[in-house]
């Protein structure tokens, strides 16, 4: 069976979740290596991790409502191949 569009966006988040994690998890790691070594380390404000970060966070959300509108086109699609019910003629009563 071929995956559908949901797995598919679905496997494609959890790989940015993946990159997210690593990136923070490398700023930390140079961060106290570059400690370990001496330097000194300022108080830096991280915008340039910042906005590493924040682009990526907004890729997984626009993954995030891919996935929504893809089960909610699924649901569509399968509400119109259910077979329906033939529609009896109203009688309608002169009066």
Do not use: W
């Not at 940015?16 to 001496?38: P, Y």
């Amino acid at each position: 069976m071929t995956r559908n569009h949901v797995e598919r966006l679905e496997e494609f988040r959890e790989i940015l979740v993946a990159t997210r994690r690593e990136r923070v998890r490398n700023v930390h790691h140079t961060r106290d290596a570059m400690r370990a070594s001496g330097f000194q380390i300022g108080d830096s404000d991280g915008s340039s991790y910042g906005a590493e970060l924040k682009e990526l966070q907004e890729e997984i959300e626009a993954v995030d409502r891919a996935i929504e509108d893809e089960k909610r086109l699924a649901l569509v699609l399968e509400s119109a191949a259910q077979p329906r019910r033939p529609i009896k003629p109203r009688i309608v009563k002169g009066t």
